[in-house]
T-cell receptor, first 116, second 116 residues
Framework: AQSVTQLGSHVSVSEGALVLLRCNYSSSVPPYLFWYVQYPNQGLQLLLKYTTGATLVKGINGFEAEFKKSETSFHLTKPSAHMSDAAEYFCAASPAGGTSYGKLTFGQGTILTVHP | DSGVTQTPKHLITATGQRVTLRCSPRSGDLSVYWYQQSLDQGLQFLIQYYNGEERAKGNILERFSAQQFPDLHSELNLSSLELGDSALYFC???????????????FGSGTRLTVV
């Protein structure tokens, strides 16, 4: 069964510092990978996705993530944190085919706090 | 506004009761997904419909059921409610043909269900 692990349920950074949120997946074949952000009392918003092709993907709000098959990782980064980045971030994976095609498996989430 | 509409936004009901949550997908999206988000379980996939047919099933209790209507809106029915069913229920939709999710989901803002 597919699983997604986010290392660190809480990450705290200073404004202007690098943001690094870690995600590892467990799957027999490389899945589709996603990062979502959830602001309080809102739904999840897609930040970026990896399906095929270039392993470094750029998303909205200056975020990017790199798919590393050898490490089964899809870590999310942003060079310089902004106060508005404070939110909860979810990594998710979906099979690229098969009977579970379309089902997203989410990690437990990482709450990002940004200090002035 | 993501284009995915969920009603009601909030619902408070007593144990043993039955409720119906409604979701209208984004225009043109054929797939609808239901997720449950709780503090202890995180985001759990419940069920997926594609163009009116059930496509995938996740951790959905037998007390819960769903359907997708010809106009593509979907309803999630929760019956014999228990305190533990209190959660945020999200609906998401995707445009990918075949029910896949390569483009990612678009989430609604959720229905917060409180069972007292």
């Amino acid at each position: 069964a597919q699983s997604v692990t986010q290392l660190g349920s809480h990450v705290s950074v200073s404004e202007g510092a690098l943001v690094l949120l870690r995600c590892n997946y467990s799957s027999s074949v490389p899945p589709y990978l996603f990062w979502y952000v959830q602001y309080p009392n809102q739904g999840l918003q897609l930040l970026l996705k990896y399906t095929t092709g270039a392993t470094l993907v750029k998303g909205i709000n200056g975020f990017e993530a790199e798919f590393k098959k050898s490490e089964t990782s899809f870590h999310l980064t942003k060079p310089s944190a902004h106060m508005s980045d404070a939110a909860e971030y979810f990594c998710a994976a979906s099979p690229a085919g098969g009977t579970s095609y379309g089902k997203l498996t989410f990690g437990q989430g990482t709450i990002l706090t940004v200090h002035p | 506004d993501s284009g995915v509409t969920q009603t009601p936004k909030h619902l408070i009901t007593a144990t043993g009761q039955r409720v119906t949550l409604r979701c209208s997908p984004r225009s043109g999206d054929l797939s609808v997904y239901w997720y449950q988000q709780s503090l202890d379980q995180g985001l759990q996939f419940l069920i997926q419909y594609y163009n009116g047919e059930e496509r995938a099933k996740g951790n959905i209790l037998e007390r819960f059921s769903a359907q997708q209507f010809p106009d593509l809106h979907s309803e999630l029915n929760l019956s014999s409610l228990e305190l533990g069913d209190s959660a945020l229920y999200f609906c998401a939709s995707s445009v990918a043909r075949g029910g896949g999710v390569s483009g990612g989901y678009t989430f609604g803002s959720g229905t917060r269900l409180t069972v007292v």
